[in-house]
Nanobody, 124 residues
């Protein structure tokens, strides 16, 4: 069974740091592009950071320079280091694994897998 399990969320003061982790199981982690999204109540889910299978990264403009996404293919883990956190409405951070649909079909793997989410609250 393909599964993503996030951890590391919680309450942190503005200016503080938090590290989220996502552990994958049940599939070939290294071939998937991984990403972190977040969703606040009443808002659409938005991309925070992404790291492709080859290691290239992409960040939302709002977190550029403060957040760092990394992956460890040996441990089937993707991490999101968040620094200089700004006060905002509580949001659930989701881990996502994505694979090109043609490749997924050929390999009989899921093309998109989501974790259950972990909540992050930045507040004093």
């Amino acid at each position: 069974q393909v599964q993503l399990v996030e951890s590391g969320g919680g309450l942190v003061q503005p200016g503080g740091s938090l590290r989220l982790s996502c552990v994958a199981s049940g599939y070939i982690f290294s071939i998937y592009d991984m990403a972190w999204y977040r969703q606040a109540p009443g808002n659409q889910r938005e991309l925070v950071a992404a790291i492709i299978s080859g290691g290239g990264t992409n960040y939302a403009e709002s977190v550029q320079g403060r957040f760092t996404i990394t992956r460890d293919n040996a441990k089937n883990t993707v991490n999101l280091q968040m620094k200089s956190l700004k006060p905002r409405a509580p949001a659930v951070y989701y881990c996502d694994a994505a694979l090109d649909e043609k490749m997924a079909t050929l390999a009989r793997l899921p093309s998109d897998v989501w974790g259950q989410g972990t909540q992050v609250t930045v507040s004093s």
